[in-house]
Structure formats: C-alpha cells, structure tokens
C-alpha cells in the first residue's frame, strides 16, 4: 500500500507559478512511475505529466508541455509538479498517482494509487 498526499495548491491569478508536491512516506516510493493528473469540473480526470521511476524520463500532456515540469526526489520520497505560466484552463483539482507497471504509463488505469487530490484555481 502507497499512501500519497498532495500539497500546494492554491488561488492564483493567470501567468503566475505553482508547485506541487506530492510526499509518499515509505522505502518503496523509488520503485514507483509517478504521475500528476488533474481534472476540471465537469470533465473526465486527464493526464498531465509522469516520470519513471529512475528518473530519466518524463512525458507531459501537449496542454502543459513547456510551461509544467516533473520532478522527483527519491531520497525525499517526493514528486514535484513546477507549474508555470498558468493559465485559467489549468483550473482543476490536482491528483498524484503511482504506477508499479513496467512501463510509464499515461492512462488513470496504469497507476495503482492516488492521492485525495489538491484544488489549483487560476484567475484570468
């Protein structure tokens, strides 16, 4: 069992920044793909962002692509989510996943848990 909490959400106006984290106590979290989805009201949870487990890939979602960054520190058992350049439609509640699967997946059904999720409100 992973646990995955989420934090740094927040009210902010259009172009600013945020960063998430994501914290997942326990000496498994390296052995984990991480992933960051998010959905909006009213619309299906998409994915966002996801980084192996070593560290040495990461794929985004063409929305976020150039202005989201993940992060992961294995030794803090963290993920990040750098959110930059937010505009109004990234909007949405903000979830961590991790995927003990062979391969980074993209799809919510490739990752085993997930964390409650934290709301990200951005002001045009």
């Known amino acids: 069992q992973v646990q995955l909490v989420e934090s740094g959400g927040g009210l902010v106006q259009a172009g600013d920044s945020l960063r998430l984290s994501c914290a997942a106590p326990?000496?498994?979290?390296?052995?984990?793909?991480m992933g960051w989805f998010r959905q909006a009201p009213g619309k299906e949870r998409e994915f966002a962002a996801a980084i192996t487990r070593s560290d040495i890939s990461t794929y985004y979602a063409d929305s976020v692509k150039g202005r989201f960054t993940i992060s992961r520190d294995n030794v803090k058992n963290t993920v990040y989510l750098q959110m930059d350049s937010l505009k109004a439609e990234d909007t949405a509640v903000y979830y961590c996943?991790?995927?003990?699967?062979?391969?980074?997946?993209?799809?919510?059904?490739?990752?085993?848990?997930w964390g409650q999720g934290t709301q990200v409100t951005v002001s045009s």
């Open positions: 996943a991790a995927s003990s699967g062979l391969r980074l997946g993209k799809r919510s059904g490739d990752y085993n848990y």
């Open positions: 326990g000496r498994t979290f390296g052995s984990y793909h």
